[in-house]
């Protein structure tokens, strides 16, 4: 039996022999105590009100499951694109994440390699980070107005984002990396796939250029309608698409991109509700696996950046019924 390491290899690869289907994020262990995690969104505490380091007002009411970036008129950072320059001002994570990873090297070292990939997961890709620069309205129509200046804000995006990169590799050398940034809605983009290759294409592609170059795997997680770009995001490196849902046409993204990129998802998340029976679990990823168990390069999952479900009841049930189903077709 292979190990959950090398199953998922196995399933990525184009011509490969997986023993089973994998089963959400069992493969992969998130490594703590990153610093550079810790300083940029370190702020991001359950029953606060913060401002993270680039200045964007974060809320994160008590009874709320994760914090909410709150940009308004009144208090967006860049409220002139044409003079964005005087109103940003970038997080220096060389100066201030150079020291004190210690504890995270400890922690990845206590992983089982044979066994996990051993990630650092990075939150807030490009888009997303221009949608808390400024209003959501705002980025949308820049990017259809401003293009020119949108390009110089997103290049400057990205050298941050690749800096991020530079110390985790430096530091931790994890075997993935899982890099966050929400595309679309659950049925569209949020702009055209033209727009996107103009503007976002090369500039992920020069991030994941560099993770491949130092043997780290590209996990984007997107849970998000990324159909129409799905090719582009194979094309510039990523391994993983996490986070599918099922509005994307699984079965025929899988056929088109033969091989060159594996999708993980597929499960509905409004399962994991508090009300949420064991029977309504079982029953919705079931109907996953009847959809897509049988395609090559798929893995089954819940589409949340990252381990864990909303309601605890919920995660173990879909664990075992994903075991159930590897129990009767393999």
Request: net charge negative.
């Amino acid at each position: 039996m292979l190990s959950k390491k090398e199953n998922v290899l196995e399933t990525i690869k184009k011509d490969g022999n997986p023993d089973r289907l994998t089963n959400c994020y069992q493969a992969f262990a998130p490594i703590s105590g990153d610093p550079v995690f810790q300083y940029v969104r370190g702020n991001r505490i359950q029953g606060t009100n913060s401002y993270d380091r680039w200045g964007t007002y974060i809320a994160f009411p008590e009874d709320q499951p994760a914090a909410i970036p709150i940009v308004t008129a009144e208090n967006q950072i860049i409220k002139d694109i044409e003079n964005w320059k005087e109103y940003l001002k970038v997080p220096d994570l060389r100066a201030n994440c150079s020291e004190g990873w210690e504890t995270a090297q400890k922690n990845k070292a206590a992983i089982d390699s044979s066994e996990y990939f051993s990630m650092t997961i990075m939150g807030t890709g490009i888009f997303e980070q221009l949608h808390q620069l400024m209003t959501f309205e705002d980025t949308l129509c820049n990017l259809l107005m401003y293009p020119d200046e949108m390009r110089e804000l997103i290049g400057v995006i990205a050298e941050f984002r690749l800096e991020y990169m530079k110390l985790i590799v430096e530091n931790l050398h994890p075997d993935a990396i899982l890099s966050h940034d929400d595309f679309g809605t659950k049925t569209s983009l949020f702009m055209s796939p033209d727009v996107w290759r103009d503007l976002f294409k090369e500039p992920y592609r020069r991030l994941y250029d560099y993770l491949h170059a130092n043997d780290v795997l590209v996990v984007h997680h997107s849970d998000s309608f990324c159909e129409p770009i799905a090719e582009d995001l194979a094309e510039i490196g990523v391994d993983i698409w996490q986070g599918v849902l099922p509005t994307n046409d699984i079965v025929k993204l899988t056929e088109t991109l033969d091989g060159r990129m594996a999708l993980m998802g597929g499960i509905d998340s409004a399962i994991d509700a508090a009300d949420a029976t064991e029977e309504d679990i079982r029953a919705e990823v079931r109907k996953a696996l009847n959809a897509y168990g049988r395609l090559k390069h798929f893995m089954p999952s819940y589409t949340y950046g990252g381990p864990g479900t909303i309601y605890p009841h919920v995660e173990p049930v879909i664990f075992d019924e994903i075991g159930r189903y590897n129990e009767e077709h393999f």
